[in-house]
């Protein structure tokens, strides 16, 4: 429900209390903004309202030629190093939909209730 822009990061520790999953969305055609996400993905994960929080990423914009795919996603955002939690990269594109279905499908059968 957080958007991305600077100004407003901050403000996201505010949504942390309770949350049980993660949606983390990626913009797989931006290879000069790729730290930034794995910095702020990292930031939000390592908080302790967090530490219980399954991570659904998607690895948005699937349908541009240049994109990372989810194997140089998962490389590049530091996820095979996490070990201690539930974590899934889901290939997608926005604008036609492709692969939310089965992102939300992944989390919902992977949500402790």
């Known amino acids: 429900v957080c958007g991305g ?6 403000l996201w520790r505010h949504y942390y209390t309770g949350t049980q999953g993660l949606i983390f969305v990626v913009d797989c055609a931006d290879r000069d ?8 993905l990292h930031r939000i994960i390592n908080d302790r309202e967090m530490r219980d929080a399954i991570i659904l990423i998607f690895a948005n914009k699937q349908d541009l030629p ?3 795919k989810p194997h140089e996603i998962q490389e590049k955002l530091g996820l095979t190093r996490i070990r201690d939690r539930n974590w ?3 290939p997608s594109c926005a604008t036609t939909g ?4 089965e992102g ?5 059968s ?4």
């Not at 903004?33 to 702020?40: G, V, W």
């Not at 492709?98 to 279905?101: A, N, W």
């Not at 939300?104 to 919902?108: D, G, K």
């Open 88 to 90: 899934y990269v889901q």
């Open 66 to 68: 240049d994109a990372m």
């Open 110 to 113: 992977n949500y402790k209730s």
């Open 98 to 101: 492709d692969g939310l279905y």
């Open 104 to 108: 939300l499908t992944w989390l919902t």
């Open 33 to 40: 903004r790729i730290d930034e996400a794995r910095q702020e």
């Open 5 to 10: 822009q600077d100004k407003i990061r901050p």
